[in-house]
């Protein structure tokens, strides 16, 4: 994805959360205002922040909320996903949770399990939101402790794509009181519009690593062919910009044409010709 294009296409939600980013760096980490980013997968949260961490020259690094089990459990505990602090000393660090929203519980479907563990790891951010220091998983199965009053943490998650996110909602998917009097901000990005995911297709990697493979492609049918399912599933469509790349595969694998049938076998190498697709 062409983070050019994602600030374009997100550019009021883009600067003001720089300015929570500003404030963080500034203030040396003084301040730290943890606070949300919802929106719809593939709307370029991570990139944004990505962007704002090289542009701070801040640390980072990423957890992904949906594999966190509770602390005495088998699977990755906060205290192990918090590990890459140890590297880090007392430089300022942003902690970008993504899939934040697997770590609650929304409607009555859940196990009490599932409910235990969500709420576990809840209870562990809670203890680390505002302390200077937490306990990680180190070599040998030893515990270390290490400075989290430095780190910023922004979780965020797709909410079932639900727009406009409010303290009201978050609650209603199951985030505790206490957690939301810790992180109140929010901030929600958009799905991609129609006129940038075509502007975006071909400034896509994949797209343009294609056109070099597959030597007699047009380059203008793809993008017309690709853009039309695009168009067709936009209402339904829940890959956001990774539309782009699925159907990017989908296109030169089928050569040249798509269809509703998932293409289930591929093979090539070297500079391939679409022509190629039924010589295997």
């Known amino acids: 994805m062409s983070k050019n294009f994602v600030i374009q296409e997100q550019q ?29 997968s593939g709307s370029g949260k991570t990139h944004i922040i990505e962007m ?16 966190l089990t509770k602390e005495g459990t088998s699977g990755n505990s906060l205290s192990k996903a918090l590990a890459p602090l140890q590297g880090h000393k007392d430089g300022l660090t942003i902690c970008f949770v993504d899939e934040a929203d697997k770590l609650f519980i929304s409607g009555n479907s859940n196990t009490s399990s599932a409910h235990e563990v969500t709420t576990g790891v809840q209870n562990e951010f809670l203890r680390v939101l505002e302390a200077d220091n937490t306990e990680v998983f180190g070599d ?30 978050l609650r209603d998917t199951g985030v505790k009181t206490e957690f939301l009097g810790r992180v109140s901000l929010i901030f929600n990005v958009t799905k991609p519009s129609l006129a940038s995911l075509r502007a975006m297709l071909p400034e896509l990697k994949l797209f343009k690593d294609y056109l070099l493979l597959v030597q007699d492609a047009d380059k203008l049918h793809a993008i017309d062919t690709i853009m039309e399912v695009v168009e ?24 040249g044409v798509l269809n509703q049938e998932q293409t289930k076998k591929c093979s090539f190498q070297g500079a391939l010709t679409l022509g190629d697709k039924n010589n295997g």
Request: aromatic share 14%; glycine share 10%; charged share 20%.
């Open 52 to 67: 704002l961490c090289n542009q701070g020259k801040l640390n980072y690094f990423e957890i992904n909320g949906a594999q």
């Open 140 to 169: 040998y199965g030893k515990y270390n402790k290490v400075s989290c009053g430095n780190v910023l943490f922004i979780f965020a998650g797709a909410f079932n794509n639900e727009e406009e996110m409010s303290v009201d909602k």
């Open 232 to 255: 067709e599933v936009y209402e339904k469509n829940s890959l956001g910009v990774r539309i782009l790349s699925s159907l990017t595969h989908q296109y030169f694998i089928n050569g």
């Open 12 to 40: 009021k939600t883009f600067n003001e959360v720089q300015r929570v980013v500003d404030i963080f760096r500034q203030s040396e980490g003084e301040i730290r205002p943890h606070f949300w980013l919802t929106g719809p």
